[in-house]
């Protein structure tokens, strides 16, 4: 978690023990927008330490931010058992953001689809558009038309079937937590087989 929310989250917190209840309006709204950054990123390590950090109070007064919370958690259980999309989108969609947080609620909903997107021209070379459509909640002919003008998906109308195009390799990408994590799980079971053996 970065300094920033760190000091947010005493300031709030002293201020909801001091019983200065407005000091806490400002400071909510700035963690407020900190949550969907973290999930923008897919940084769900900070975004879930950032939600355990503040106060229940806090999380009781806002809708939005309860909101934010149930998507952190649904993204959570899409990344370790590749969970229902639907909800996530759902969720963003039926709620109700205000002006200052709705871009940011926007950029949330491309960053997912462009991640399920990256992971979907990874493990096909051909899928039907339903598929495509329903990993990324829009309608088939939408969907069909949207990646192929902006990713440069192929469609074939008679087979009703995408081609993806391949993802560009980044070989620049910095290795987050969740990797080193993965990396130690990895580590930890090869460690114990070698024990057994």
Known sequence: MSATSQQLLEQADAALKAGRHQELIPLYEQLEFQAPAYLVAHDLFSA?????????????????????????????QWERQNGNLKDIYALLHKSR????????????????????????????????????????????????????????????????????????VSHNRAIGLQEFGQLADVVAHLEVRQDSS
């Open 97 to 168: 953001w205000n002006s200052s947080l709705a871009p940011l609620i926007a950029l949330l909903q491309d960053s997912i689809q462009n991640r399920e997107l990256d992971l979907l021209a990874k493990a096909y070379t051909s899928l039907p558009v339903q598929l495509a459509a329903s990993r990324i909640w829009l309608e088939e002919d939408t969907a069909a038309e949207q990646l192929v003008a902006t990713r440069g998906w192929r469609y074939d109308a008679s087979t009703g079937l995408l081609y993806p195009k391949a993802p560009e």
């Open 48 to 76: 879930r330490s950032l939600v355990h950090r503040i106060p229940r109070e806090l999380k009781a007064q806002s809708i939005q931010l309860s909101t934010l919370i149930q998507v952190m958690e649904l993204m959570q």
